[in-house]
């Protein structure tokens, strides 16, 4: 299971899904709380989604706790034991590289032999059982792209896709590893996943 947040910062809307990877379904999606904005996911339990709410926006230590049920998304009031069952993120990340680092290079360098475009800014990398994963950028400023390969580990690609356009810069944390799925959003608008096998 995995609860996503989203924000519109045109709207200041922020709204939340749970979508169960296993059955490659969502349980429940784009459900807005009555505090519209100053909200953010706090943690995950089996059976609730707990949610920070910031009461005074000049005080960020005055919050209190809105609690959502994973069963519909619908308000419920939260358990008593507040950490207790409390399920943290075992996500797997890629780490970064910028351009001028000695790493980005050798990134760099591998894409080059593989393909065109040659990467710019930065990219992220992860080495995982038996696969290589790098998001990198390409193309000009204010309109870069952004596009995912998947190697095996004789190099061979496996797939490259486009999964961003015309953005102004790179992006943190573009791609993960859960319970050996990868997750990535497509053109902001895509949940996608691969089972890992």
Known sequence: MIVIEQRDDVRRVVSFSAFDFEFQRFLWRDVITREKWWVNLAGVRSNQVLLKVFENTENPDKTSVLCLSMDDGSEIIPDSQQNEGLHTNDTVHPFQYLDGEP????VKNFLKSKMEPAPRLGAEYMEHEGYIIISY???APAAYANLLAIFNSQGEC?????????LKGIGLNTFFILSGYLFFVKNRTELVTFRIV
Do not use: K, S
């Open 103 to 106: 790493d980005f290079d050798t």
């Open 137 to 139: 950028y390409a193309g």
């Open 158 to 166: 496996l797939y490259h896709e486009e999964i961003g356009t015309n």
